[in-house]
């Protein structure tokens, strides 16, 4: 059952134009969202995160949109380089409360996008 | 800069042999998780810890596959005996995950070990 779904295997997009990358979740008791970069033979690396409170998050030349009622997110690129090649993974967390107090850090990964951006 | 290490890098064994993945956390994290990252399932949770003490391991094989943190600068992922299907990349990820404050769910990964069970 996968609770967090990238349906782009991959994306193609022209130097200098936007990428969109977009990710489903279907879990309503997520309460923040990550998207990582993983260049080839690397580990991936946290590029940019929203909390369930926000529905918008920029920074730079990403930015990261989220619509709760369609438990949906997305990640732009804008312009995109070449460098922005790479396989990009949405995540999603939620918070547990129990006796022991409130408990953060397990992710759930999408699939992930197959982003190549062509000079 | 703080980095997360893994050994080895590679790793190649035969059918049935015992394989151990090591991995050191940043230096001050609390929180290490280890994943197996296939082309069909993209990157699973297999387990996770926190302040040494395993919080979830529902995502391993349970008959063959142990995660341990003898101390908090060593985190292990052993299979035994290993299996063809084994076949993945491991990762180790580290996070400084505090109670009650939302938005400290970032993980910092390692590079992985490429592990091949023939």
């Known amino acids: 059952d996968q609770q967090v779904k990238q349906n782009s295997p991959s994306l193609s997009v022209q130097e200098g134009r936007i990428s969109i990358l977009n990710c489903d979740y279907t879990n309503s008791m997520f309460d923040y969202f990550l998207w990582y970069k993983k260049y080839p033979a690397e580990g991936p690396t946290f590029l940019i995160s929203i909390s369930s409170i926000k529905d918008k998050n920029e920074d730079g030349r990403f930015t990261v949109f989220l619509n709760k009622s369609a438990k949906h997110l997305s990640l732009h690129i804008v312009p995109s380089q070449p460098g922005d090649s790479a396989v990009y993974f949405c995540?999603?967390?939620?918070?547990?409360?129990?006796?022991?107090?409130?408990?953060?850090?397990?992710?759930?990964f999408g699939q992930g996008t197959i982003l190549t951006v062509h000079p | 800069d703080a980095r997360v290490t893994q050994t080895p890098r590679d790793k190649v064994t035969e059918m049935g042999q015992e394989v151990t993945m090591r991995c050191q956390p940043i230096l001050g994290h609390n929180t290490v998780f280890w994943y197996r990252q296939t082309m069909m399932q993209g990157l699973e949770l297999l387990a996770y810890?926190?302040?040494?003490?395993?919080?979830?391991d529902s995502g391993m094989p349970k008959d063959r596959f142990s995660a341990e943190m003898p101390d908090a600068t060593l985190a292990t992922l052993k299979i035994q005996p290993s299996e063809p299907r084994d076949s993945a990349v491991y990762f180790c990820?580290?996070?400084?995950?505090?109670?009650?404050?939302?938005?400290?769910?970032?993980?910092?990964f390692g590079p992985g070990t490429r592990l091949t069970v023939l």
């Open positions: 810890f926190r302040n040494r003490a395993p919080l979830d």
């Open positions: 990820a580290s996070g400084l995950a505090a109670s009650q404050v939302v938005g400290t769910d970032t993980q910092y």
């Open positions: 995540a999603a967390s939620e918070s547990h409360t129990n006796a022991g107090g409130t408990s953060y850090g397990k992710l759930t």
